[in-house]
């Protein structure tokens, strides 16, 4: 018989920590603490397999699980002496998910399982507190009435509002026993009107009905974009956890809070969270009440610490905060309820932190001693280092502050203001930068979360729902900016005497909490501290070097500073677009002969020339492999009048012939169309022209700093042997003939991109007339999928959510069929030579997947925008260590 249902807690554990793929992260670390003697309330999990068969099988569950749930929650009841669903000792339980990787919010949990008009006199009598037992009771008709029942979560607080309004309070905690039984009464009537039954009083239909929600919250839309934008399969589900519930709103000796080991948004090693007296967990997250700090030393004078209200139990936790760190050697996200001063753990799991914070805990860690090197830099996801990679507000720039919140996630942004996640999505997908102002964020605003550059809320602490998520996805934020006032109807902001309307400016700095009126201007970071210690570290694992792509002095400069190892693609049409060029581009394009062609290519060769000596120099002595012109020719076409006007009289020719010469050059396909090495056959004089740039610059630079560059001349588009042995004949023509004349010579290299089916088809011939090999994957993605990469955008979002492709085969390599022709080339390649140098060179090589792809087939290298050089430097390394499966930033 399959075992579905897993127990913990008094005495009984049947999980451990390693078993998160089966128990899910929740119920394997709850199952972990109680086995360290750490204070759990007693429970079960069902497994993540449930949540498959439930899908597989129509929502039906395994035949035995009912059974084995029975069994585990009869194990519960003798281990605290209670009994679900009995009138005088009734047993309560929450019911939550637990995937096996974290995703905050996104799924569905229910507290207080188990009242109803019965119990809950019971839990008033045990408790000695008739208002509690109420408060509790409508907590769970709400949230079980919000989760399983789908009735809007606005319907109850209006109920709320009617009351405190007839009451003559405007607090929740000012309402009476008596208010709250008023609450549950209108909360069953307005249940039942909105779903048409009675709202269900068996404590077993309530369980089975929240367990049926939590798996079935697995694919709601807020999980399923969560999972998403992490790359979470769904295939891996989610475990239930049913656990005896232990009440933090019991009274003035209570309390629930969230905190983490180590400050989540700097790394800072400081016991950082809030908590809330007389409190249930979703108090906390919610911020409808202001939370307060745990340690006096980080206490304003106007709060309450949990140090000073509730020290025995703040001691507790001290002692807990430093086993669950040595335990688990990394900083821990924690939940925990305080009853009656007794302390309770809820929850631990790797703690979500910021890129900032990531670095400085996984290289503090180990100079700690609590991990080496080697798991500090598997630690790191490496994306979330873009964090760190763009700017930051210039402290000498003016500004106009409009408020202040909590710095609950590092970072700058600018953007015009957005109050709805929709409008979020919609506007950033169209190129704009937004900024998301919410009073406060629920998980249903994941999606334009992700869109936003940056998020504010008026409402929540630094454990709410906008800071935890925002940290996580690297979103700067500001939360709990009480001075700004939101009206959704209006579409307006105020604060400081300032009227924003939706549509215009602000800036937020996350490190500060700052918000300002209008743009701020950034500066660049610079890589230090306990980044440049990690990228040592990773430097020392990582096999495969790191190269960017660039073709302007700033490129290249930004990207040697983020330690790029050489140019590895300088796509030499990107410097003709250049206003200074763009003429004498059209006019070697459009002349109707070779004379034509080589008056306007003497204009270029000094403009190339000066190129390639600035890049070699900035490199100086790293390698620059330059790409001879590739560019669909409608790109450099001229199309206006006065553009062909201008053509027309550089080449002495007349306006009506430019029109005719430029049909017969236009294309149906220009992306397959005469380019890359066809466009290098059919006029040679061009790649000639380019030669001599490339290897006078050289020389030049070879005379000026005596350090002689080593050029990588790379021929696209080749897709036959014979290409590029022409081509390469021109190439070695032209620097016999500059070398001859300049009195000397230099090492250069000639290679080609793989780029077309055919070409890692026939590699094997290819790499003997090849020095190199360089992965163009953008194109090669192209051409083996039959997808043109500006127009699949319009539905290769679909087939993603759909599940057709598991990822954007743009953004991350298609392993089975792109990466199977890469293979191909591979093997072929250096069967004919042994040591052929091969790299990468389209946007993959600096997507960390890709990467990982690059260093299972054996390439020398890959090549990524200079941005990107840190995130390759540190993906290379975890993949020649084999990749953390369990990142936690």
Not at 70 to 77: G, I, Q
Not at 608 to 631: K, N, S, Y
């Amino acid at each position: 018989m399959s075992k579905w249902v897993y127990s913990f807690g008094a005495g009984h554990n049947e999980g451990r920590a390693d078993m998160r793929d089966l128990l899910g992260g929740k119920g394997a670390n709850l199952a972990e603490m109680a086995s360290i003697g750490l204070p759990v309330p007693p429970g079960f999990t069902i497994t993540t397999e449930v949540c498959t068969a439930f899908y597989e099988n129509a929502r039906r569950y395994p035949d035995e699980l009912r059974g084995q749930v029975a069994d585990a929650l009869s194990r519960v009841e003798t281990a605290v002496g209670l009994r679900f669903g009995d009138r005088a000792k009734p047993l309560l339980v929450s019911v939550r998910s637990g995937a096996r990787v974290s995703m905050p919010g996104m799924m569905d949990t229910v507290l207080n399982l188990g009242l109803n008009d019965d119990t809950v006199q019971g839990l008033a009598a045990a408790s000695n507190d008739e208002r509690f037992a109420w408060d509790s009771y409508r907590r769970f008709i709400q949230m079980y009435g919000s989760v399983v029942l789908g009735v809007d979560h606005h319907r109850f607080e209006e109920i709320i509002e009617t009351t405190k309004h007839d009451a003559g309070v405007t607090e929740d905690t000012a309402l009476t026993a008596a208010d709250w039984q008023r609450v549950v009464a209108g909360y069953k009537d307005m249940v039942a009107q909105e779903t048409g039954k009675p709202f269900p009083e068996a404590p077993e239909d309530q369980l089975w009905g929240a367990i049926g929600a939590v798996f079935g919250s697995w694919m709601n839309p807020r999980a399923n974009t969560y999972r998403r934008l992490h790359d979470i399969p769904a295939s891996w589900g989610t475990a239930v956890n049913v656990q005896a519930m232990v009440f933090g709103n019991m009274g003035n000796d209570c309390a629930t809070g969230v905190c983490f080991t180590r400050d989540p948004s700097t790394g800072e090693n400081i016991f950082y969270g809030e908590y809330l007296v007389n409190a249930q967990g979703e108090d906390v997250v919610a911020g409808i009440r202001t939370p307060q700090p745990l340690s006096a030393a980080r206490a304003k004078p106007d709060e309450k610490p949990m140090e000073t209200v509730l020290p025995n139990a703040y001691d507790e936790l001290m002692r807990v905060r430093e086993t669950l760190e040595r335990h688990y050697r990394d900083m821990q996200d924690i939940e925990f309820t305080v009853q009656q001063n007794k302390l309770y753990m809820l929850q631990t799991r790797n703690g979500k932190r910021t890129a900032a914070a990531s670095l400085r805990i996984a290289v503090e860690m180990a100079n700690e001693g609590l991990i080496d090197r080697e798991e500090a830099v598997k630690r790191v996801n490496p994306s979330a280092l873009d964090q760190l990679l763009h700017p930051t507000l210039d402290p000498k720039a003016k500004r106009t502050l409009l408020s202040k919140g909590l710095p609950a996630s590092p970072g700058a942004a600018s953007g015009t203001i957005v109050f709805n996640a929709d409008e979020a999505e919609l506007r950033a997908g169209k190129g704009e930068a937004v900024v998301l102002v919410r009073i406060e964020t629920s998980p249903e605003d994941i999606h334009g979360m992700h869109a936003a550059r940056g998020i504010v809320t008026t409402r929540g602490g630094m454990t709410s729902h906008a800071a935890v998520v925002a940290r996580g996805m690297g979103r700067p934020c500001v939360a709990g900016a009480g001075g700004i006032t939101v009206d959704y109807g209006a579409q307006t902001l105020t604060a400081g005497g300032h009227v924003l309307r939706a549509g215009e400016t602000i800036t937020l700095d996350g490190a500060t909490g700052e918000v300002f009126v209008g743009s701020v201007a950034m500066i660049e970071p610079k890589l230090s501290g306990d980044f440049a210690t990690l990228m040592e570290w990773a430097d020392e694992f990582r096999r495969m070097k790191v190269r960017t792509n660039a073709e302007t002095p700033l490129d290249a400069e930004t990207a040697r500073k983020f330690g790029a190892e050489g140019i590895g693609l300088c796509r030499t049409e990107h410097m003709f677009f250049d206003p200074a060029r763009i003429g004498a581009v059209r006019q070697m394009i459009m002349a109707a002969d070779e004379r034509g062609r080589r008056v306007a290519l003497e204009k270029l060769l000094p403009f190339q020339r000066e190129d390639f000596t600035d890049l070699f120099r900035i490199m100086a002595g790293l390698p620059v492999t330059v790409r001879l012109l590739d560019p669909p020719l409608h790109e450099f076409l001229p199309h206006a009048d006065a553009e062909l006007e201008e053509v027309a009289q550089a080449l002495g020719a007349d306006i009506e012939a430019m029109r005719r010469r430029a049909a017969e050059l236009a294309e149906a396909n220009p992306m397959l169309g005469h380019r890359g090495c066809r466009l290098g056959i059919s006029y040679p004089e061009i790649y000639e022209m380019q030669a001599r740039a490339i290897f006078e610059g050289a020389l030049a630079v070879a005379k000026e700093t005596g350090a002689a560059p080593v050029p990588e001349i790379m021929i696209p588009l080749v897709g036959t042997r014979r290409e590029l042995e022409i081509t390469r004949a021109q190439v070695d023509k032209v620097a016999r003939e500059v070398f001859a004349a300049a009195g000397t010579t230099l090492e250069y290299l000639v290679g080609t991109m793989i780029e077309l089916p055919r070409a890692a088809l026939v590699a094997d011939r290819i790499a003997e007339v090849a020095d190199f090999f360089s992965f163009g994957t953008n194109d090669l993605t192209q051409t083996v999928f039959g997808l043109s990469r500006d127009d699949a955008g319009k539905f290769l979002p679909h087939y993603v959510e759909s599940g057709i492709l598991p990822k954007d085969p743009f953004v991350s390599i298609d392993v089975d069929g792109v990466g199977a022709m890469v293979r191909i080339a591979v093997e072929g390649g250096r069967k004919t030579k042994h040591d052929l140098k091969l790299g990468i060179c389209g946007e993959h090589g600096g997507d960390p997947s890709s990467i990982a792809f690059c260093e299972q087939v054996g390439l020398d290298y890959v090549s990524c925008s200079p941005y990107r050089v840190p995130v390759a430097r540190l993906a290379a390394a975890q993949a020649a260590l084999g990749t953390a499966s369990d990142r936690t930033a």
